[in-house]
């Protein structure tokens, strides 16, 4: 018996929020059934940065440092940074060195916030508008760059054609989270099969969107005088 020979099924939102209506017993009649059905997924995108990591939304990005500038307003999509070195140098002569993250009350108290050197540690102050602080201040012996994993926000919904910005593991969970939202709503009988769907949905998918690298730990053992 003959197989398809592709793996590209995906779904677009119109047909997210159908099944999703479907498993609420409904169907979508409406402009409006659409619309609360979209507002819906865009608080679930939200939620969904809520409840941990999740692999695809994690980008490499690179930011130039200003000698003298020591404040840096970062892409408002900017959710979180994971790790982040400073970058001197370029081609066969670049060298990467590791950036220690510090805290607000570490950098608030950071006596002269004016020293210029190469960049050792950062601070990102998690505001509406995420803004980086480099400590020291990049001085005009090099050119540096700051190298980071950045975690971003989900994309919106936008147009009812578009495809979800979620990797495929996500769309069992992507439909049942929806369709929980929408009972909460317009199905109110149907509400604690649905949660528990979304929740069992959820978490096969969070368990899989993981890293697999080997993980080695090394004991450090002292032996007391």
């Not at 990591?53 to 307003?73: F, K």
Request: aromatic share 10%.
């Amino acid at each position: 018996m003959a197989t398809s020979g592709t793996t590209t099924f995906n779904l677009d939102f119109d047909d997210i929020i159908e099944e999703a209506y479907e498993r609420c017993g409904l169907e979508s009649r409406t402009g409006y059934d659409m619309r609360t059905a979209r507002r819906s997924l865009n608080l679930m995108f939200l939620e969904w940065a809520n409840r941990g990591l999740n692999l695809w939304t994690i980008e490499q990005r690179s930011l130039a440092l200003v000698a003298g500038t020591a404040q840096y307003d970062l892409p408002a999509d900017t959710v979180n940074i994971l790790s982040a070195v400073v970058r001197t140098g370029s081609g066969s002569t670049q060298q990467d060195i590791t950036l220690d993250r510090i805290s607000q009350n570490e950098y608030l108290h950071t006596p002269d916030k004016l020293t210029q050197s190469r960049p050792s540690q950062y601070f990102l102050q998690r505001t509406s508008t995420p803004v980086l602080f480099i400590y020291p201040a990049a001085d005009t012996s090099d050119s540096y760059t700051f190298q980071y994993y950045a975690v971003r926000r989900i994309q919106d919904v936008g147009d009812f054609t578009n495809t979800a910005d979620a990797v495929f593991r996500f769309l069992p969970a992507l439909v049942a989270g929806l369709a929980y939202h929408l009972a909460l709503k317009k199905s109110p009988d149907r509400i604690t099969v649905l949660k528990q769907l979304y929740e069992e949905e959820f978490l096969r998918a969070a368990m899989e969107d993981r890293d697999t690298a080997s993980v080695y730990l090394t004991p450090e053992i002292s032996v007391g005088g």
